[in-house]
Nanobody, 132 residues
């Protein structure tokens, strides 16, 4: 099993920044990739970003591209999601998830990395609230 714990959320004003952390533990050697998803009240879950554990692939949703960065720190088994130029539309609960699948190629993962059903373990989330 893999355990994931998110932190770093909070309440900020529009234009501000936050760095979310996803601390992993357990069978981290089995992780292929980490994804970030968010869910606003009354809305469906939305893909935000992903990164392979090797760091050779990253993906950002169009809604955060250009103002967000995803990275990972192997020694601490932590993945970071930095969100800049926040706006009220970013208000949501943010979840990180671990994908332990085996893919035949990186391109295969690249085609499906934004589907939540591919991820095996999930954290409980951290709340981000942006006020105007």
């Amino acid at each position: 099993q893999v355990q994931l714990v998110e932190s770093g959320g909070g309440s900020v004003q529009a234009g501000g920044s936050l760095r979310l952390s996803c601390a992993t533990s357990g069978r981290t050697s089995s992780i292929y990739a980490i994804g970030w998803f968010r869910q606003a009240a009354g809305k469906e879950q939305e893909f935000v970003a992903s990164i392979t554990w090797s760091g050779n692939f990253t993906s950002l949703a169009a809604s955060v591209m250009g103002r967000s960065t995803i990275s990972r720190d192997i020694p601490t088994n932590t993945v970071y999601l930095e969100l800049n130029s926040l706006n009220p539309g970013d208000t949501a609960r943010y979840f990180c998830a671990a994908d332990l699948n085996t893919y035949s190629s990186l391109s295969r993962y690249a085609r499906i990395n934004f589907y939540a059903q591919n991820y095996d373990y999930w954290g409980r989330g951290t709340q981000v609230t942006v006020s105007s």
